[in-house]
Nanobody
Framework: EVQLVESGGGLVQAGGSLRLSCAAS????????IGWFRQAPGKEREGVGC????????YYADSVKGRFTISRDNAKSTAYLQMNSLKPEDTAVYYC?????????????????WGQGTQVTVSS
């Protein structure tokens, strides 16, 4: 059974930091590009960024560029989303998702496996 499990969410003040983890099981993690997405109340889910499987190249949405960093540890089958300088508008449920591609995909529907999500709340 394939599982992606996010952890690390919580409540933080504006300007603070959180690190989310996405632990995978049941897949050859090295083969999967990992995307991070978020959904705020009343809004559609949006892409935050992604890390490729082959060369760990990262891509970020403009809204988080320079503040968020995605990384992966293939030995631990885990991807990370380091979030710094958090803003109230970053409040959302954050999801990780995996797609068996060398490169990241821009299309949410390409992602085969999804975690259950973890809540991030940034207070002003």
């Amino acid at each position: 059974e394939v599982q992606l499990v996010e952890s690390g969410g919580g409540l933080v003040q504006a300007g603070g930091s959180l690190r989310l983890s996405c632990a995978a099981s049941g897949v050859t993690f090295d083969d999967y590009a990992i995307g991070w997405f978020r959904q705020a109340p009343g809004k559609e889910r949006e892409g935050v960024g992604c890390i490729s499987s082959g060369d760990s190249r990262t891509y970020y949405a403009d809204s988080v560029k320079g503040r968020f960093t995605i990384s992966r540890d293939n030995a631990k089958s885990t991807a990370y989303l380091q979030m710094n300088s958090l803003k109230p508008e970053d409040t959302a449920v954050y999801y990780c998702a995996g797609v068996r591609l060398y490169r990241c995909s821009d299309y949410e529907n390409d992602y085969e496996y999804w975690g259950q999500g973890t809540q991030v709340t940034v207070s002003s």
